[in-house]
């Protein structure tokens, strides 16, 4: 800490020198020409003797994150986004006022410059500065061993750091944002509406989380951070939009881990006059349009593993997964007592309290789900734990219903809606009554929703897709914490 004041120390008194040479050390506008990629991309290539023959003139600006001097001139590399750029810094050429400027930065310090593009005497592609421009100083030094910063505390909680070392983290929040951007052009295309629901609801709602309370002094009112936007978004289905999608965040009081964060984003969509069926098709087109817009292929690597995204993708009961992932008998389906032995034979740790339909989810996602590396839809999940899915017809017990999984998680989780208020009456009550007796993740009676479906909801079918799994597919990244910006972390100490 003392060396980290001490660099500081010296920082500061490079303030006042600049400022004694008529420099502001916190600039304003400069108008940026060129970037460093675009330069790369369009002369990279060129001999020694094109480029001295064409004379290139560029406008720059970055970060220095590489310096090197050699008597009264030096070399600084510029970091532009995820570029950087050689830029050679001579005093013959800048004048005795800049040479001095020059002289005095640091790793981490903006500036600006206009020059020449040429090759040095090594060959490499670089900027003669005309002018240097500066812009900002930094205080603080780069961390040490920044090249490649790898320390997994400090990239997540200064994530600005990250960036600075990590060219490469750039590219996969570049990526994240052609993904969002690629899914609202799908569904635009195919006659969606975007919208924004609230995020503050009276009622948690719309999935089975703990939610972060909160309280509105004005209103004296306990309000919740959304779990999910599915019952305001359906009211809009009530109220005639035929199809709607939101992307925004959902916030679900949870632990953390590296496909947990308790702050996420979450896509939404519901189209009416159709079921769950039309939905495994959607999601299969989304996915693999997504797939050819990056890559321009359907076959991706995730983990060391190819992930073939082109349809059809494996349709598997989520009964029948059970059985055959396991090898157990039917009666294991119904009989809880077996449920429970069998548990216990395949090292799956469950409550002994538990009803045999929770017994039977415990062995399904820690026996099922890792095994479910290329893309598959599980369907016809049990109604005890689907309460907003339509049943079957074919079997009330269960619901019209699938959640997609790839690379051993899931990704989507989308059903045929329940439109009938009667029946999503008693299912609410039936969760109030398990949140009476302590399941803080039941759902509680929403009168205003059930209000809604009374005055007539068509047949409609919904889905959620995690944006941040998503990206992580597609990036090749194992935590959550590596495709989003800020994520959660304990407080710093």
């Given at each position: 800490?003392?060396?980290?004041?001490?660099?500081?120390?010296?920082?500061?008194?490079?303030?006042?020198?600049?400022?004694?040479?008529?420099?502001?050390?916190?600039?304003?506008?400069?108008?940026?020409?060129?970037?460093a990629?675009?330069l790369?991309?369009?002369?990279?290539?060129?001999?020694?003797?094109?480029l001295?023959?064409?004379?290139?003139?560029?406008?720059?600006?970055?970060?220095?994150?590489?310096?090197?001097?050699?008597?009264?001139?030096?070399?600084?590399?510029?970091?532009?986004?995820?570029?950087?750029?050689?830029?050679?810094?001579?005093?013959?050429t800048?004048?005795?006022q800049?040479?001095?400027?020059?002289?005095?930065?640091?790793?981490?310090?903006?500036?600006?410059?206009?020059?020449?593009?040429?090759?040095?005497?090594?060959?490499?592609?670089?900027?003669?500065?005309?002018?240097?421009?500066?812009?900002?100083?930094?205080?603080?030094?780069?961390?040490?061993?920044?090249?490649?910063?790898?320390?997994?505390?400090?990239?997540?909680?200064?994530?600005?750091?990250?960036?600075?070392?990590?060219?490469?983290?750039?590219?996969?929040?570049?990526?994240?944002?052609?993904?969002?951007?690629?899914?609202?052009?799908?569904?635009s295309?195919?006659?969606?509406?975007?919208?924004?629901?609230?995020?503050?609801?009276?009622?948690?709602?719309?999935?089975?989380?703990?939610?972060?309370?909160?309280?509105?002094?004005?209103?004296?009112?306990?309000?919740?951070?959304?779990?999910?936007?599915?019952?305001?978004?359906?009211?809009?289905?009530?109220?005639?939009?035929?199809?709607?999608?939101?992307?925004?965040?959902?916030?679900?009081?949870?632990?953390?881990?590296?496909?947990?964060?308790?702050?996420?984003?979450?896509?939404?969509?519901?189209?009416?006059?159709?079921?769950?069926h039309?939905?495994?098709?959607?999601?299969?087109?989304?996915?693999?349009?997504?797939?050819?817009?990056?890559?321009?292929?359907?076959?991706?690597?995730?983990?060391?593993?190819?992930?073939?995204?082109?349809?059809?993708?494996?349709?598997?009961?989520?009964?029948?997964?059970?059985?055959?992932?396991?090898?157990?008998?039917?009666?294991?389906?119904t009989?809880?007592?077996?449920?429970?032995a069998?548990?216990?034979?395949?090292?799956?740790?469950?409550?002994?309290?538990?009803?045999?339909?929770?017994?039977?989810?415990?062995?399904?996602?820690?026996?099922?789900?890792?095994?479910?590396?290329?893309?598959t839809f599980?369907?016809?999940?049990?109604?005890?734990?689907?309460?907003?899915?339509?049943?079957?017809?074919?079997?009330?017990?269960?619901?019209?219903r699938?959640?997609?999984?790839?690379?051993?998680r899931?990704?989507?989780?989308?059903?045929?809606?329940?439109?009938?208020?009667?029946?999503?009456?008693?299912?609410?009550?039936?969760?109030?009554?398990?949140?009476?007796?302590?399941?803080?993740?039941?759902?509680?009676?929403?009168?205003?929703?059930?209000?809604?479906?009374?005055?007539?909801?068509?047949?409609?079918?919904?889905?959620?897709?995690?944006?941040?799994?998503?990206?992580?597919?597609?990036?090749?990244?194992?935590?959550?914490?590596?495709?989003?910006?800020?994520?959660?972390?304990?407080?710093?100490?």
């Amino acid at each position: 800490m003392d060396e980290l004041n001490d660099q500081r120390q010296q920082r500061i008194k490079k303030l006042d020198q600049l400022r004694q040479l008529g420099v502001a050390p916190y600039g304003t506008r400069f108008e940026i020409k060129d970037r460093a990629g675009q330069l790369v991309r369009l002369h990279g290539e060129k001999t020694k003797e094109t480029l001295e023959q064409e004379q290139i003139s560029c406008t720059i600006a970055g970060r220095i994150v590489g310096l090197r001097r050699f008597g009264k001139a030096a070399f600084a590399v510029l970091q532009d986004g995820s570029d950087r750029l050689q830029v050679y810094l001579k005093k013959d050429t800048l004048g005795e006022q800049t040479h001095q400027i020059s002289e005095g930065l640091d790793l981490g310090d903006w500036i600006g410059v206009t020059g020449i593009l040429f090759r040095t005497k090594t060959n490499e592609f670089t900027v003669e500065a005309k002018t240097l421009t500066f812009l900002s100083k930094a205080l603080r030094p780069l961390p040490e061993k920044w090249h490649g910063l790898t320390d997994v505390e400090t990239r997540y909680r200064q994530r600005y750091v990250d960036l600075i070392a990590n060219p490469q983290v750039h590219q996969i929040f570049a990526l994240r944002s052609r993904i969002v951007s690629g899914i609202r052009t799908f569904l635009s295309e195919r006659g969606f509406l975007e919208v924004e629901t609230p995020m503050m609801h009276p009622i948690p709602g719309g999935a089975a989380a703990k939610p972060f309370v909160t309280h509105h002094n004005a209103l004296d009112a306990e309000l919740y951070l959304r779990i999910a936007p599915e019952l305001y978004l359906k009211r809009l289905i009530v109220g005639g939009f035929p199809r709607v999608f939101e992307i925004n965040r959902n916030f679900r009081n949870e632990g953390i881990s590296t496909i947990h964060n308790p702050e996420f984003t979450m896509l939404e969509f519901y189209v009416a006059y159709a079921d769950y069926h039309d939905l495994i098709v959607l999601t299969e087109e989304l996915f693999s349009r997504l797939a050819q817009d990056l890559f321009g292929t359907t076959i991706i690597e995730y983990q060391g593993t190819q992930i073939h995204l082109g349809a059809p993708w494996r349709r598997w009961s989520y009964h029948q997964a059970i059985l055959e992932v396991n090898n157990l008998a039917p009666s294991v389906l119904t009989n809880r007592n077996e449920a429970l032995a069998a548990a216990k034979q395949l090292g799956v740790e469950v409550d002994p309290q538990a009803s045999l339909v929770n017994i039977l989810n415990d062995i399904f996602e820690e026996t099922v789900e890792p095994k479910l590396q290329q893309p598959t839809f599980i369907t016809d999940y049990p109604i005890e734990i689907s309460p907003l899915a339509r049943r079957k017809d074919s079997d009330p017990s269960l619901t019209d219903r699938f959640e997609l999984y790839i690379a051993g998680r899931e990704l989507a989780n989308a059903f045929s809606e329940l439109n009938d208020p009667l029946d999503q009456r008693e299912r609410f009550e039936a969760q109030a009554a398990q949140h009476a007796a302590g399941d803080e993740e039941a759902h509680r009676v929403d009168e205003d929703f059930l209000r809604a479906l009374e005055y007539g909801m068509p047949p409609t079918a919904g889905e959620g897709i995690g944006i941040d799994r998503l990206v992580m597919l597609f990036t090749n990244q194992a935590s959550i914490r590596d495709v989003v910006l800020f994520p959660q972390l304990r407080p710093e100490k």
